[in-house]
């Protein structure tokens, strides 16, 4: 243990002169350190050893030299270390387009630590470039990349998690040159003035010059989160900012008030510093998400990344798929044999997936409570193999932020979400901007989680000028849940019995074909159902005992039913969708 201390100043100190900053702090108040180093080099270590003892102490460091006993950006002197901060978010995995790090710091849970990597002494601006881009290319902490960070160095105590502070790896191999980082793309972000109190604009005049929900509203105005749960919500709002468009003077000045209200940096000197950062984070991933980049043919053949598809040619692994169709017809049962036959790697309707990933489901039912859904999986268990392990299901409405909390706990491939209508709420927002947030949400769940996501509508009601909506344009709502998404299959209900067809596919050809649902409200392709059972008998129609016999117009038989029987293509008149 005493070892570790002595290899992390060594990593980021050995060579280098300067003023090292290493405060403490205790539940009142921050307590300022300075030591010149090398000569102060044992009384640094003194002092951190000390206080790591201290029960009321956290012990900090920041991993640079000062050129005079002052920590702020224009003191800075030099670093030979580069970093980012994971507050558990996510397991960290380093792709090897950039070097494994020379250090990691665990600071709390295995997920919550410092990396480190030792480089050839840089400047600051050099530092805050690295630091920014691997934050950026490693989905890291969005405010650990400032040159004037703090952070905790082992052998000391995690007070807030109570938990120690270790050197979890440590793996000299020598100083990185900063080509060694080309791997982690350069940021096109426009350069932010510094943001100081004098210049935050008023919230309440930003919020109304804005069209945005009342979620989004009530978020920057009145939610309160609590550890653990602060820093998350601080970068989720200035996300949510970034994609409404707001500036970057805007974003900050929002978190300004959220801050004052959460206290995550409240009282802090570097507490604007730490909010721009976050503001930055925020608007880097949009204007990177939004930014149209310029292929040759070449560049696109010579891609090695690939689509990997959860159905063939409807759904990728990040892709948006509608499911929709005039209200009975049996959606949300289709659905729930979907998530379980994804869960247990079985075809669906006859389509398969490509690779060999796992899928794991979480089926947001905002319309049926459990005794509903209980009805269907006792019909449907019937045709299960084994119970579903890999399926997380909810019967209650909640706001966008707490679906998101589940999809960012429960990590699922795909999320289904029953229904688009319920996602959107029922509050005064107009439905345009209702349309818009909802579709912004996904498209960030989509690509903040690396999953897909299923929206569960309805059509428009039929006219006497359009007697079967079952088109794109057919869609209840806004021209936007069409346009944002990938796939949009459609039901559609006639004499002939249940047709889905896509009546959208971006990356495929359209499909239509008749389907069939059995006593187990279990669905089959019609064809296959046919190709597999035994030529049927003529039956006696002259016998009517357990048995009903419907005749059209002409006196050709459409359906025959058993006693007890639940019909198969039918409206749900005969149980819940």
Request: with cysteine.
């Amino acid at each position: 243990m005493e070892n570790e201390l002595e290899q992390y100043l060594e990593m980021v100190f050995d060579g280098l002169e300067g003023y090292i900053y290493s405060p403490i702090k205790t539940p009142d108040r921050w307590e300022q350190r300075f030591f010149e180093f090398p000569r102060e080099e044992v009384q640094l270590k003194d002092w951190i050893r000390a206080n790591a003892l201290n029960p009321d102490a956290d012990v900090y460091i920041s991993p640079v030299v000062y050129s005079s006993p002052h920590a702020v950006k224009e003191t800075f002197k030099a670093s030979q270390v580069v970093w980012v901060e994971f507050d558990g978010d996510r397991y960290i995995e380093f792709p090897s387009s950039i070097p494994t790090p020379t250090a990691i710091v665990q600071t709390s849970l295995e997920t919550h630590c410092h990396c480190y990597w030792q480089v050839e002494q840089i400047n600051s601006n050099t530092l805050e470039d690295i630091n920014r881009r691997l934050t950026f290319y490693l989905q890291a902490d969005q405010s650990g990349w400032d040159c004037t960070q703090l952070l905790r160095p082992p052998t000391t105590f995690n007070r807030k998690r109570d938990r120690p502070v270790l050197l979890a790896s440590y793996s000299p191999v020598g100083k990185f040159s900063t080509p060694n980082f080309d791997g982690a793309p350069k940021i096109d972000l426009p350069r932010q003035e510094a943001v100081v109190q004098e210049n935050l604009l008023p919230v309440k005049e930003v919020l109304q010059g804005k069209e945005l929900s009342s979620i989004i509203i009530k978020q920057v105005r009145l939610e309160t989160p609590v550890e653990p749960n602060r820093s998350s919500f601080l970068a989720k709002m200035a996300n949510e900012l970034a994609e409404e468009e707001f500036t970057h003077l805007e974003i900050v000045s929002c978190l300004y008030e959220i801050d004052s209200r959460i206290k995550k940096f409240t009282g802090r000197t570097d507490q604007l510093v730490r909010l721009s950062q976050i503001a930055d984070y925020a608007l880097a991933k949009y204007l990177a998400a939004e930014q149209i980049t310029v292929y040759t043919p070449n560049q696109i053949l010579e891609h090695t990344e690939e689509l990997e598809w959860i159905l063939l040619g409807l759904l990728h692994t990040t892709g948006q798929m509608i499911v929709s169709s005039a209200p009975g017809v049996g959606k949300t049962q289709l659905m729930l044999q979907l998530s379980y036959q994804l869960q247990a790697d079985q075809l669906f309707l006859g389509i398969g997936s490509s690779g060999s990933m796992k899928h794991s489901i979480l089926f947001m039912s905002l319309e049926m409570d459990i005794r509903t859904l209980r009805y269907i999986f006792v019909h449907q268990k019937n045709e299960w193999l084994s119970p579903p392990e890999r399926m997380s299901i909810i019967d209650e409405q909640g706001s966008l932020q707490k679906y998101e909390k589940l999809v960012e706990t429960l990590h699922p491939t795909v999320v289904v979400i029953d229904s688009l209508t319920e996602l959107l709420g029922d509050d005064d927002t107009d439905q345009t901007t209702k349309a818009r947030a909802a579709m912004k949400w996904c498209r960030r769940v989509r690509r903040q989680y690396q999953c897909a996501i299923i929206l569960i509508h309805h059509n428009r009601k039929a006219t006497e000028g359009n007697k079967k909506p079952k088109s794109l344009s057919d869609l209840a709502g806004s021209f936007m849940f069409g346009k944002d998404t990938d796939t949009v299959v459609q039901l559609w209900e006639d004499h002939r019995g249940l047709e889905l067809s896509t009546v959208k596919t971006r990356f495929g050809p359209k499909q239509e074909f008749l389907i069939v649902r059995n006593q187990n409200l279990w669905y089959k392709r019609k064809d296959e159902v046919v190709s597999n059972e035994p030529k049927p008998v003529q039956p006696d129609t002259t016998r009517t005992t357990g048995f009903t016999v419907s005749f059209d117009r002409h006196g050709d038989k459409l359906h025959g039913q058993a006693a007890g029987e639940i019909p198969t293509g039918t409206s749900d008149n005969d149980g819940p969708e």
